[in-house]
């Protein structure tokens, strides 16, 4: 006798009667678990199924035994068993979805028909074998079973954990498990420190619901992140990262939600196509693409901040693109997307990024993805075929394919800006898709007539003009150019107005080796990144070759004059230390203070409650401060001292200051 599952992982291949009915029974506190099908779908003599599979192509006109030899011959042409993270399975045929059909046995072996070989009662008699022929075939192979831990047949047998609904096709979370994850996270609420020991319990909790809550394994990332945060130290109390409690937040509204926790069993399905693109580029913007229509947004110079990288571009990329896809009334349905960033494209496969701003998108991306009851599948695409990459880049269709514009998160308008939300781009855009959007023309005004803060809006270039002659070469400035740039390197009026805008290559190289030596590397860059907002703004093309500013730029900073760099300071030595406390008896520092009085802010500062005591497994003890968030580590992190001997020792002098200021216990703990 084989044991069968009901159903294989991601295959949708079950194991049914006439009626599509299959029951289960486990052994020895779930580690064995049996499917017995309805006997009357089993022939003693021919062995007819004819109902094995009711989403299977061949079920319906198949002997049980082809049945089998059809996936036993599928399994052997896909090299047979598998070995995945310490798994043994078997791959099927590639379904629909991309993924494979995964079996637990190599199909080799027929079902058997126990039903007349030992008495049945009257609803066992049904299905193919009973508990009594499992005990009678396990004796004679010498399986022993505790039968006080049997449970009978079922149609929802709990199983790891879960309560598996067969005639349902769908997986719960048990109530007792649900109570015992809830109690977890309340546990962990009452500590502000945890051990290795403490964080491993509750992540493994929680990892075992994500089975089920797909959209949980986005909200783990944290607890993942502290495992490795222990080091060689793994029994000191440690502070989890700032984002651990809005995590924790949002499983205890889901674990405590009065529906039913439950997911249904992946089978076969339709897989969409909708040849759906998405690409960002980190010197322009963000593109998709769907079939022959697109639509762009450009990235705000200076997004690049909290964060927000490349890899955070293009997920930002793959939302819109899902956005706009569900926005065209897509529901319930699966469909499948492209992207050339393995970084988003794989990290949807897992449903989580390690990237903190990418993983704040895929959020984003399941919670619409749920609401639209759609299943979403990444494939990744070569650079080169991604169609996507144009948009981009700038590089525009025809405005006539533009797609439907769906509205940008409130908290991402100080990042990207929608192409067709420019004031700049003309109302009746070219229809040469090789060309791009031309600036309006708009009145020049005098930027002296303006404050300095609406110059950038207000003052925009006359035209657009060719960077390039006749032969395709950039227009060299004469030297009488080069010399009038140098005497007006801020007032900008000496330079021709139709020479501002588009600036070309010679034009912002001169400014910046004209500037360099007498600012500061990181002024000169700000002028610089100054002038790519406004032609940004105003819809101008900024075609200039980025490794060659990126050297200039460098070589500048390489050049800043001394009167622009501040001396580095002196470090704190055990003298200096000394000969502060000689004058004040009190030692602070930067991170313990505050600049001003009314600076103070509880979830930044240093307060009394954040100060511990912390004994090692050598009986030594220290004195922990938690900081809430430094410039190195926003998230927070933990200083500590040890006592020392001699009038250096800080711990004789925090003495004294608690005693003599006694600050209050939430406040700042340098009160006086």
Known sequence: MVPLQPFASQSGIYLQDRKGQSVTSQKHTEQFHFITPNGQGLSSTSQELTSLLSTYPFASALHHQQALMHWAREIAENDGVITTGGCKWYKGATMPNDASEEFDEDASYPIQNLSACSPHSPEDAKFSYCMEDIDYLSSMLGIPWKLSKDKAFSFLPPFIGFIWDLPGYAVQLSE???TKYLQAILSWESKCMHTLDEVQKLYGKLLHASLIIPIGCAYLT???????????????PRTPPSDTPADLKWWKDVLNSPNTISCAVPGPCIVYDFNAYSDASSGHGIGITIRSRWRAWELIPGWNRDGCNIGWAESIGFEFLIRTIITSNASRIYFKVYGDNCGVVEGWWKGHSRSRACNEVFKHIHQVAASAKCTILTRYVPSKENP????????YPPPSLLLPKIPIPSELSSFIVDVSDHTIIAKCLCADSSQLFHPVVKNYIEPESQQPKDRLYLWTPTSSRSQHDAEGQIVPLAAADVRRIQDVIIHVKAIPEDQRAPASQILISSFISCMAGNYSGKTISNYV????????LHGAAWTLVDAEIDTLLKTASSLTPASSKRNKREPYTIDLIIAIHNQLNLTRTGEFTVSHLNAFDASIHVKPSDVSTIQDRQSLITTNFHLPRTKSAPEGESVFWAKQLGPSDPQEAFLTHLQVNNPPTGGALFAY
């Open 176 to 178: 007792e498990k649900r």
């Open 222 to 236: 944290n607890l993942k992140g502290m495992l490795g945060t222990f080091g060689q130290r793994p029994f000191v």
């Open 388 to 395: 996507a990459d144009g948009p981009s880049q700038g590089i």
């Open 529 to 536: 990144h100054r002038v790519h907002a406004w032609h940004v």
